[in-house]
């Protein structure tokens, strides 16, 4: 049996009027900007909550590579986008919920998404991407490689195009 080692992540935790909130990232749909506090929607569509952190706070403290700021007073989950429009520059996520993209995150996200869906889809790798394979290990100690999961690709071409 080949047993790989996963690391989980962090749970989200957000201070709200109330108390303290959790949340999973699986959860969260997207944050937007309310003055000085922000919205939570999340997958179950109550109505967004209300968090007493900035969204500055959330990039800080959050954004690894499953959270996006694709605009000044939005950040997405990269996970729930379902269409991607290029004239109005809006993202459509789960939920029919709409979130506009500033022109410099637009590029930057076109450009994520063709290289992750070259990446995926195609058994050449894309020269920035030349490995496509990672490596893992089993709990006996020994290495072996499988294909890259689509949060790995997401998490390597954010250090690609952080860079450029």
Known sequence: MNNTQTIALKPVVLKSPQGYVCFDYD?????KADGHFS???TIYNPPPQRICHSLTFIEKNYCRNILFRCHREIII?????????????EI????????????RKFSFLKKLTENLNTEMLSDKPDKKLKNSRTIYRNSSGKNYTGKRSKEDLIKKLFRIFKKS
């Open 27 to 31: 959860e969260i749909v997207m944050f």
């Open 39 to 41: 919205l939570i929607y």
């Open 77 to 89: 989950n990269l996970r729930h986008i379902e269409k991607i429009e290029t004239k109005p520059r």
């Open 92 to 103: 459509t996520l789960k939920n029919n919920l709409k979130a506009k993209v500033s022109v």
